[in-house]
């Protein structure tokens, strides 16, 4: 999948990884849809982009988990540009750390971090497997390949969203159907900082564990590293190596690895007593 001349839709656009992405596919002769629930913020990076590749992005308010707006981006990209060729289901919420977390802030989790990938996908996957060509891109996390220390939302949440890029490449992979799982570690956003300044010690704990655990990346490398694997049509997207070392240990011994995992934590807490 080479992104010149395509069109792309990109959630969670207005800052972050989103941002950094609706502007390596504009500058590689992408059309883009920025969009985020966030209103503002997406069409000050559309006409960020825009001043420097002029008429490549359009920006747009939409709840990326909303069925209705992500029908309302597809039609918009599809007045603009034309069909949409690939799609960044990139938007994303941390949780709040802890097990007492009530019903809506799990339903909140799961609607962001995974069932607006399904509903996506079930718009856009039939028009694909019509046309023999898409891209379906799943911004999860290394937590869906580990786990997260704190928040229980979000570990769950992006389990299931690299569940599901998964099923999409085995089900339609062999159709024109492309698929690509990112799941980096610490990148330097809003969202890597939340736990920290959540006021909650063991939200204190998954920052530290993130950052301690290896390079925080800025949005722009990891925008580089989607579009070269997005080239490569590579499955996982891993911008910190080492989360692959980490998940051979992992599944080489379970055990031992929650037991790691365990003691890791106890000192992180610890740390932040």
Not at 24 to 31: I, K, N, P, S
Not at 44 to 51: D, E, G, L, P, Y
Not at 249 to 264: H, S, V
Request: glycine letters at 10%.
């Amino acid at each position: 999948m080479r992104v010149a001349q395509k069109v792309a839709v990109v959630t969670g656009g207005g800052a972050g990884i989103g941002a950094a992405l609706a502007t390596a596919l504009a500058a590689a002769g992408a059309r883009v849809v920025v969009s985020d629930i966030d209103e503002t913020a997406a069409l000050a990076v559309s006409a960020r982009i825009n001043a420097e590749h002029p008429g490549a992005t359009v920006g747009s308010g939409a709840d990326a988990a909303d069925t209705a707006d992500i029908h309302a981006l597809i039609a918009l990209a599809e007045r603009e540009f034309g069909p949409v060729d690939l799609y960044f289901a990139n938007a994303g919420i941390t949780g709040a750390p802890g097990l007492d977390v009530d019903e809506r802030a799990w339903d909140q989790s799961l609607a962001v971090n995974l069932r607006a990938h399904i509903r996506a996908a079930r718009i856009l996957v039939p028009q694909w497997l019509e046309r023999g060509e898409g891209y379906f891109v799943s911004t999860a996390s290394a937590a869906g390949l580990l786990t997260q220390i704190g928040s229980a939302t979000y570990s769950v949440s992006k389990h299931a969203a690299v569940g599901f890029a998964e099923w999409l490449s085995v089900t339609y992979g062999d159709q024109g159907v492309g698929v690509s799982c990112l799941c980096p570690m610490g990148v330097n956003t809003a969202l890597l900082y939340e736990g920290r300044d959540s006021g909650d010690p063991l939200g204190a704990a998954a920052t530290r564990a993130v950052v301690g655990a290896g390079e925080v990346l800025e949005p722009a490398e990891v925008a580089e590293i989607v579009l070269e694997s997005i080239a490569a049509e590579q499955f996982l997207i891993l911008p910190h190596p080492q989360v692959l070392e980490m998940y051979r240990n992992k599944g080489a011994d379970y055990d031992r690895w929650l037991r790691g995992m365990r003691r890791y934590q106890a000192a992180l807490l610890a740390e932040t007593r």
